[in-house]
């Protein structure tokens, strides 16, 4: 099992960038898939963006596909999620996610074992 705590939230404008921010503890993160999920109010939680922590591989939903940017520091074991171009409906709580490999195509919050407690993003129109 892995500890996660995200970071990095806020309020920003339409337009504007934030880096979300996951430290992970507890254990080495090699062959680990580490994801971003988000929840908007009153919707399902819903996969963002996950990278193959030894390979480097990742995939990206198609809403978030050219604006955001999943990446990892294996210095400080550490997650990222660039988020530029925000939109209004980019507003969510957002949770980092981890789950022992194979693939980086798994989107389904029941395929990741360890989860954050969130962050919340909101951007303002």
């Known amino acids: 099992q892995v500890q996660l705590v995200e970071s990095g939230g806020g309020l920003v404008q339409t337009g504007g960038s934030l880096r979300l921010s996951c430290a992970a503890s507890?254990?080495?993160?090699?062959?680990?898939?580490m994801a971003w999920f988000r929840q908007a109010p009153g919707q399902e939680r819903d996969f963002v963006a996950a990278?193959?922590?030894?390979?480097?591989?990742?995939n990206y939903a198609d809403s978030v596909k050219g604006r955001f940017t999943i990446s990892g520091d294996n210095t400080k074991n550490t997650v990222y999620l660039q988020m530029n171009s925000l939109k209004p409906e980019d507003t969510a709580v957002y949770y980092c996610?981890?789950?022992?490999?194979?693939?980086?195509?798994?989107?389904?919050?029941?395929?990741?074992?360890?989860w954050g407690q969130g962050t919340q993003v909101t951007v303002s129109s």
């Open positions: 996610a981890a789950r022992i490999g194979p693939t980086y195509y798994f989107s389904q919050t029941r395929q990741y074992n360890d």
């Open positions: 990278i193959n922590w030894s390979g480097g591989g990742s």
């Open positions: 507890g254990r080495s993160l090699g062959g680990y898939i």
